[in-house]
């Protein structure tokens, strides 16, 4: 059972910056994609930026230039640098990983979500 968890949310002031971590735990064979997901009130969840299972990264319009995705990849362990944050940053941000156990049974599992909130 592959869980996940994300740490490093909080407040922030408009401008500022904060860097979630997402940590895995369980029998991981081999990860395809990985990436951080956010969902605001009253909207639905949306891509912030992910890994592809070939190694390359996919951002939001709306947060290019201003976060980076990165990971740990022996310790399963993904990051996402938010700089210049503004107050339509709000959200709660989800990681998502899906892959293979050592079982070789596919998992697709979400993180519980940290909360950031950037005031104006």
């Known amino acids: 059972h592959v869980q996940l968890r994300e740490s490093g949310g909080g407040l922030v002031q408009a401008g500022g910056s904060l860097r979630l971590s997402c940590a895995t735990s369980?029998?991981?064979?081999?990860?395809?994609?990985m990436g951080w997901y956010r969902q605001a009130p009253g909207k639905q969840r949306e891509l912030v930026a992910a890994f592809t299972s070939g190694g390359s990264t996919n951002y939001a319009t709306s947060v290019k230039g201003r976060f980076t995705i990165s990971r740990d990849n022996a310790k399963n362990t993904l990051y996402l640098q938010m700089s210049s944050l503004k107050p339509e940053d709000t959200a709660v941000y989800y990681c998502?990983?899906?892959?293979?156990?050592?079982?070789?049974?596919?998992?697709?599992?979400w993180g519980q979500g940290t909360q950031v909130t950037v005031s104006s």
């Open positions: 998502n990983a899906n892959g293979r156990t050592y079982g070789l049974n596919p998992f697709d599992s």
């Open positions: 369980g029998s991981i064979f081999s990860i395809n994609t």
